[in-house]
């Protein structure tokens, strides 16, 4: 079935320590973001990337990296992880960066302890 | 800049009983704007969208909404929901004001009783 793949789908985290959360999607889309969910706050765009090799700041990208080596994977980073960044991760996916319509993956849930 | 309003943060209603979720977004030009739902323990998903042309848009599970550029609002409504409509509602825009990048409101969680 096409779509977006997030891995892991949760993750339990040492202060300091740095991740990769994993987002692919096979479905050829050119636009893809990374937000995060926290009560009461909706979703907050972390990063996006309009097509391959571009990448741009959303609302909070303190302290995250993205990269998009190839139109499928656009992997987040924490290079050195604090509990604020206690979330869950939403990779997501549009055809263009008109964005009509986003499709999401499952989310990661982060607990940074 | 644009920014969304979810006025409810939970919406308890009874099985079978009508249903409206209200959105205000602010943005000084043309806007896009979306209603996804979420429900537990997934991503999301689209409910409808509005882009252009009619102002009442139907989307699936019954769901529809009203897009009144005066009031700057995209209230969601169903007029009888199903024990499978408890979710979390999130109401989104975007367009030129924000490099047409989504903009989502808080969400309303509704819980529909028996």
């Known amino acids: 079935i096409a779509g977006i793949t997030q891995a892991p789908t949760s993750q339990i985290l040492a202060a300091g320590r740095r991740m990769t959360l994993r987002c692919t999607q096979d479905?050829?889309?050119?636009?893809m973001y990374w937000y995060r969910q926290d009560l009461g706050l909706g979703l907050r765009l972390i990063h996006y990337?309009?097509?391959?090799?571009?990448?741009g700041k959303g609302e909070v990208p303190d302290g995250y990296s993205v990269s998009r080596a190839n139109t499928d994977d656009f992997p987040l980073t924490l290079a050195s992880a604090v509990p604020s960044q206690t979330s869950v991760y939403f990779c997501?996916?549009?055809?263009?960066?008109?964005?009509?319509?986003?499709?999401f993956g499952q989310g990661t849930r982060l607990t940074v302890v | 800049a644009q920014s969304v309003t979810q006025l409810d943060s939970q919406v308890p209603v009874f099985e079978e009983a009508p249903v409206e979720l209200r959105c205000n977004y602010s943005?000084?030009?043309?806007?896009?704007l979306f209603w996804y739902v979420q429900y537990p323990n997934q991503g999301l998903q689209l409910l409808l969208k509005y882009l252009s042309g009619s102002t009442l848009v139907k989307g699936i599970n019954g769901f529809e909404a009203e897009f009144n550029k005066s009031q700057t609002s995209f209230h969601l409504r169903k007029p009888s929901v199903h024990i499978s409509d408890t979710a979390e509602y999130f109401c989104?825009?975007?367009?030129?004001?924000?490099?047409?990048?989504?903009?989502f409101g808080g969400g309303t969680r509704v819980l529909v009783k028996p």
């Open positions: 479905m050829r889309h050119n636009a």
């Open positions: 990337s309009n097509t391959a090799g571009t990448t």
């Open positions: 943005s000084s030009v043309s806007v896009y």
């Open positions: 989104a825009v975007s367009g030129p004001a924000a490099g047409n990048k989504l903009t």
């Open positions: 997501a996916s549009s055809a263009d960066r008109l964005n009509t319509e986003a499709f």
